[in-house]
T-cell receptor, first 112, second 113 residues
Framework: TQLLEQSPQFLSIQEGENLTVYCNSSSVFSSLQWYRQEPGEGPVLLVTVVTGGEVKKLKRLTFQFGDARKDSSLHITAAQPGDTGLYLC????????????FGGGTRLMVKP | EPEVTQTPSHQVTQMGQEVILRCVPI?????FYWYRQILGQKVEFLVS????????KSEIFDDQFSVERPDGSNFTLKIRSTKLEDSAMYFC???????????FGPGTRLTVL
């Protein structure tokens, strides 16, 4: 069974601060997807990283896939209140029907 | 922008009743998935479906569960005899190709009383 551990579970910061969310596993994933989920809604895809060592940027968000494809990080620069939400990482396994294994999520609150 | 839709948004049922949750995947997508999220817990994979058959299923997806693509647009999840522990958000997802990213619907909140 593949597991993904996300840390921290909760993060409360002031507007303008930087933060990093980590997603770690002992298993190798074919790709890793980051989602954002609002209360009572479905996960919304932010980015997919596929290649070990890959870095992708989405405005103030920087996503990195570990060299061994076992871990990933999400870094937010100059956080804004609009970044408040639940961030989920999910690893895909191409050998298992591309099923996603989700992390437990990081609940971020950015205070103005 | 095309999106996955799900109905109903909220379903309340009595224990032992059958429920059918409906999903309309993105139109040119070929792979379909169901996940569930019990309140306060991780999103969990239930089943994947391609070419009118199940590709993978988890231990959660026992004989009480079934999936079907009854026509060219709908993808359904049936729970034959609901239990209290089936209460959860159920998410449908679809993807264009086997190794492409999955797009999720807004979910159906199932409450079993």
């Amino acid at each position: 069974t593949q597991l993904l551990e996300q840390s921290p579970q909760f993060l409360s910061i002031q507007e303008g601060e930087n933060l990093t969310v980590y997603c770690n596993s002992s298993s190798v994933f074919s790709s890793l997807q980051w989602y954002r989920q609002e209360p009572g809604e479905g996960p919304v895809l932010l980015v997919t990283v596929v290649t070990g060592g890959e870095v992708k940027k989405l405005k103030r968000l920087t996503f990195q896939f570990g060299d061994a494809r076992k871990d990933s990080s999400l870094h937010i620069t100059a956080a804004q209140p609009g970044d408040t939400g639940l961030y989920l990482c999910a690893g895909a396994n191409n050998n298992a029907g591309n099923m996603l294994t989700f992390g437990g999520g990081t609940r971020l609150m950015v205070k103005p | 922008e095309p999106e996955v839709t799900q109905t109903p948004s909220h379903q309340v049922t009595q224990m032992g009743q059958e429920v059918i949750l409906r999903c309309v995947p993105i139109s040119n997508h070929l792979y379909f998935y169901w996940y569930r999220q019990i309140l306060g817990q991780k999103v969990e994979f239930l089943v994947s479906f391609y070419n009118n058959e199940i590709s993978e299923k988890s231990e959660i997806f026992d004989d009480q569960f079934s999936v079907e693509r009854p026509d060219g647009s709908n993808f359904t999840l049936k729970i034959r005899s609901t239990k209290l522990e089936d209460s959860a958000m159920y998410f449908c997802a679809s993807t264009r190709g086997r190794y492409n990213e999955q797009f999720f619907g807004p979910g159906t909140r199932l409450t079993v009383l």
